[in-house]
């Protein structure tokens, strides 16, 4: 949903058109995003208008950036183990 939305603001139909999951289903995350600051709403017409809001997402890429070497030192580490285990 957020990859959608990266795109523009989108009504709600058109967020889930893509998925094999329920409206109500879809509602509900759009909520959770909403909640979560991740997506802003907005009234357009019948409809409500969701938009990205990725300023949020900068502290979990900060965070998670810390634990990337992690990541790589083991794949590393495997990588050598399975050649060695030729």
């Known amino acids: 949903m957020l990859d959608l939305l990266s795109r523009g603001e989108l009504a709600a139909g058109q967020i889930a ?7 109500p289903a879809v509602s509900q995350h759009l909520l959770v995003l909403r ?23 900068r502290e979990v890429y900060d965070w998670a950036e810390h634990y990337v070497h992690f ?13 060695e285990t030729k």
């Open 71 to 83: 990541g790589n030192e083991k794949m590393s580490a495997l990588g050598h183990y399975l050649n």
């Open 17 to 23: 058109a893509p998925f094999s999951i329920t409206r």
């Open 35 to 57: 909640n979560a600051g991740l997506v802003s709403v907005r009234k357009r017409g019948r409809e409500q208008a969701y938009c990205l809001r990725a300023e949020p997402l």
